[in-house]
């Protein structure tokens, strides 16, 4: 049995727990490949106009696997917590989008399914999957310990190799963006490329301790409902310090993230601040004048304060 994971949306978050889980128990998986124009275009033939670019390339993604494989692996994601925290509805309902645009094509879904609010724990979504995969108990929360500790790992190489670029003397941009947003070949990677270009230092806002995160969003707003923004708006409390410049990413049309990319916008007013949203369009011409005039309106300020401070002002 060959399962297909698509390379989008939630691969970016867990694909570390994932791929280790599957090792272990023996499971063969393609990942398809990064996002290229084909996997665009294709997922855009299959989505409805108003889906979100990451839904729409997820499903170019889907296409690409669908020959490839003999199960596509889809989680749904409904709630993380008991505390209202609850996830973009997208993460529940992507299984029954993709199982109904192929319907034709008698599909088979491999799935966990979480719903915390409802004691549909992540330990509990591994074990029926687990056993779908005609695996014991022992095997699969061996498989499963394993691959945690594996995620646990790699977090904190992340969350090193970030702490390094803070420490540079090079100017320091926090980008606030999903993964599945800054770490897609055709969404975000441009956007890092052109800050690298101008020797900026790109701190990922999705590289944090999420636990933390989530309990320092409350500083910024304490009624949001979404625990992935939540994450990504306390890292910006985190990181606020550390940072010069703060660039917010959402793509086109993203429901969540304009509502609170708007109310950072109004809250944060102690560095210099921009809202961007990518919309997936071919040329990156747009993108550089817009982070070029980002980035030396930062450098004007930095030398100023650099100015006032050793009293040449
Ligand atoms: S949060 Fe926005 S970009 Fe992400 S899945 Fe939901 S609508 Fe799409």
């Known amino acids: 049995m060959k399962i297909g994971i698509p390379r989008g949306f939630l691969y970016y978050k867990y694909h570390v727990l994932w791929e280790t889980f599957f090792e272990e128990l023996g499971i063969d998986y393609i990942v398809s490949p990064k996002t290229n124009k084909d996997i665009i275009r294709k997922g855009t033939m299959q989505a409805i106009d108003e889906a979100c670019l990451p839904s729409k390339i997820f499903m170019g993604h889907v296409d690409y696997l669908i020959p490839k494989c003999d199960y596509l692996f889809i989680p ?3 709630s993380l917590g008991t505390n209202k925290d609850i996830v973009c509805s ?3 309902a992507i299984y029954d989008v ?22 549909d724990t992540e330990l509990k979504a591994f074990l029926k999957m687990g056993k779908f995969l005609g695996k014991n108990k022992a095997q699969i929360l061996k498989a499963y310990y394993i691959a945690k500790q594996a995620e646990k790992t790699a977090k904190m190489i992340d969350l090193n190799n970030q702490k390094l ?6 100017l320091k941009i926090l980008v606030v963006a999903h993964p599945y947003n800054i770490n897609d070949e055709f969404i975000g990677k441009p956007l890092q490329d ?28 304490r009624t949001l409902p979404w625990t992935f923004n939540k994450e990504l708006v306390g890292a910006i409390d985190i990181y606020k310090d550390q940072v010069d410049g703060i660039i917010l990413v959402s793509s ?5 993230d304009s509502l609170v990319n708007e109310m950072v916008i109004r809250r944060f007013k102690e560095k210099p601040i921009i809202s961007l949203v990518l919309d997936g ?10 982070l070029e005039s980002f980035v030396d309106i930062i450098k004007i300020q930095k030398e100023e304060k650099e100015e006032v401070t050793n009293g040449s002002i």
């Open 76 to 78: 749904r994601i409904a």
């Open 194 to 221: 052109i800050l690298h270009e101008l020797d900026c230092e790109v701190i990922l806002a999705s590289i944090v301790d999420e636990k933390k995160a989530r309990e320092r969003a409350k500083n910024i707003s």
């Open 90 to 92: 997208k993460f529940q």
């Open 281 to 290: 369009q071919e040329g990156t011409a747009g993108l550089e004048t817009r």
């Open 165 to 170: 670029l803070l420490a540079s003397s090079n």
């Open 98 to 119: 993709v199982n109904n645009t192929y319907r034709d094509k008698n599909l088979k879904i491999l799935y966990y399914s979480i719903d915390v609010e409802n004691k």
């Open 252 to 256: 086109f049309p993203c429901g969540p």
